[in-house]
């Protein structure tokens, strides 16, 4: 069983950044590859970011260039740095923790943490 909190959004003006952080407990964090995705207000939840077990990483279009997925393993730990916000970023982030074993595929989210872009 993983738990995951989310922390570090909140109101930031267009142009500007944040840093998300997203703390989890249990075991064998490192073996799970760790995703950001958002759900911006009346559209589905998407695929951000995401980070594998290796370090291997991947982006949605729209964030490529702006955002960063970074994990600590040592901290069980994993961060979205986002610059260059824009309003259209504007959505509940929310982590993602997976892994796939012995033909199960383990999934787990966070509770979600809001991030607005607004002058």
């Known amino acids: 069983q993983v738990q995951l909190v989310e922390s570090g959004g909140g109101l930031v003006q267009p142009g500007g950044s944040l840093r998300l952080s997203c703390a989890a407990s249990g075991s064998n964090f490192d073996t799970y590859a760790m995703g950001w995705y958002r759900q911006p207000p009346g559209k589905q939840r998407e695929l951000v970011a995401v980070?594998?077990?290796?370090?291997?990483?991947n982006y949605a279009d729209s964030v490529k260039g702006r955002f960063t997925i970074s994990r600590d393993n040592a901290k069980n730990t994993v961060y979205l740095q986002m610059n260059s916000l824009k309003p259209e970023d504007t959505a509940v982030y929310y982590c993602?923790?997976?892994?796939?074993?012995?033909?199960?595929?383990?999934?787990?989210w966070g509770q979600g943490t809001q991030v607005t872009v607004s002058s």
């Open positions: 980070i594998s077990s290796g370090g291997n990483t």
């Open positions: 993602n923790a997976r892994r796939g074993l012995l033909g199960i595929d383990y999934v787990y």
